[in-house]
């Protein structure tokens, strides 16, 4: 079975804080993805990586960072975390390709105060 | 603009009825679509997918699904439903050819015993 790790599953950060969410997957995909999950509007799409160092925009960008370094791992930077940041943060990876499903890890929970 | 839309916000069911989530996407060419299924605090599950071929769909734990391109619709269905159904279901789709997969708002489902 493909997995997708999430290090953390509940993160509390001060507001302003820079705040690293790590993910790594077992499969050899060569998609990676960071959502967003908000009640309401379900999976908003912020990074997402088709290779190693190689990232795109997804359309909620501003305020994150990415870095893919290997190509099991991709790190979701919050340079200076806002309250209007904590949300549920889910890592995902497919294969490169049309159609392919997309895995997802368990999430990661993180409330900026 | 690519969409994919889930009219429902929330719905309950008694156990033993049956089930239908609605999904309804909008695409220009082929699209693929999927079901998934989010328990509560976890990650999302692929239910089942669509990308070519017979429109009548079997996923896991009873469900499957149809396409209907002249309603440009996906809907989810299940005979059944049991209370370990109760959850947050995510319809998904893209282009054939295209790389960005769209996620719906989400339809959570109640069970009533």
């Known amino acids: 079975d493909v997995k997708v790790t999430q290090s953390s599953r509940y993160l509390v950060k001060r507001t302003g804080e820079k705040v690293f969410l790590e993910c790594v997957q077992d499969?050899?995909?060569?998609?990676m993805f960071w959502y967003r999950q908000d009640p309401g509007l379900g999976l908003r799409l912020i990074y997402f990586?088709?290779?190693?160092?190689?990232?795109e925009k997804g359309d909620i960008p501003e305020g994150y960072s990415v870095s893919r370094e290997k190509k099991e791992r991709f790190s979701l930077i919050l340079e200076s975390a806002s309250t209007n940041q904590t949300s549920m943060y889910l890592c995902?990876?497919?294969?490169?390709?049309?159609?392919?499903?997309?895995?997802f890890g368990e999430g990661s929970w993180l409330t900026v105060v | 603009a690519q969409s994919v839309t889930q009219p429902d916000i929330h719905i309950t069911v008694s156990e033993g009825a049956s089930l239908e989530l609605r999904c309804n996407y909008s695409?220009?060419?082929?699209?693929?679509l999927f079901w998934y299924v989010q328990s509560p605090g976890q990650g999302l599950q692929l239910l089942l997918k669509?990308?070519?071929?017979?429109?009548l769909v079997q996923g896991i734990k009873g469900f499957e699904a149809e396409f209907k391109r002249s309603q440009s619709s996906f809907n989810l269905r299940k005979p059944s439903v049991h209370w370990s159904d109760a959850a947050e279901y995510f319809c998904?789709?893209?282009?054939?050819?295209?790389?960005?997969?769209?996620f719906g708002a989400g339809t959570r489902l109640f069970v009533k015993a």
């Open positions: 669509y990308f070519s071929g017979d429109t």
């Open positions: 695409y220009g060419a082929t699209p693929y």
């Open positions: 995902a990876s497919s294969l490169t390709g049309t159609g392919n499903t997309i895995y």
């Open positions: 499969m050899d995909h060569e998609n």
């Open positions: 998904a789709g893209g282009n054939t050819g295209g790389f960005k997969t769209i």
């Open positions: 990586s088709y290779d190693v160092k190689m990232k």
